[in-house]
């Protein structure tokens, strides 16, 4: 008899793949299912945990959902040493409330899935849920274009974290060499100062990093991340 948490995932997989959701992922291991979805030149991605009880499933209610691309990821890795680690390239969008910790979605942390009604009632807040706030943010994002013309160009920089975590200076260095943004130069070199002037505080913490950042500074005017361009995204 399949495991409940396997039956679980195949049928939130069928809802997931009537919004074209192709790439779909069971991990037993880290107790998550994941669903991709290729638009244009990004991916849209939704994870989904769960938790098992004397039998019975339970989802978490936190849902996180970001924007990816592997064209940003395949140059990142090369400097960040987490090969193979993809990181979101986008959690968040100007004026729009994702709404991440949504109330409503409270209610699977008492469902304890075991029987067909369960499962329906669990599926009917999930779909809210995306429907209401995970499907229009992806809507407002068709491709890595729109990551440099509505965020980059439009959130004050000091900003930009709130939208690209992570290793924000290398992925906005590299989505503004790849969209041609015409403030690339001017970004380029307020990143070289601000890690020169971290040095005085950490020498070899940022004499290192600034190696790093000057490495891929190069990797992208070279022109050598034009052989990542070529990946099917």
Known sequence: MAKIQR????????????????????????KSFEFIKNFNDV??????????????????????????????????????YTKGVYEDTLFAFPNYNNNIDDETLNQLKNLHIQTEEDFQLALGIIATHIETYVLPFFAKVPNLQTINDEVINKVAQQDYTEYIEGRTTYKVLIIMKLCHNTKYDEFKNWALDAYEKEIPKNPEKWTKALMDLKSLIMYLESGQYQECLTLKE
């Open 7 to 30: 039956l679980t995932f195949e049928k939130i997989s069928r809802y997931f793949e009537n919004l074209d959701f192709k790439d779909l992922f069971f991990d037993e291991n880290s």
């Open 43 to 80: 991916k849209y991605f939704v994870r989904i945990t769960y938790f098992l009880d004397k039998g019975k499933i339970s989802l978490n209610s936190r849902i996180p959902y970001y924007i990816f691309s592997n064209k940003v990821n395949s140059i990142l890795e090369k400097f960040t």
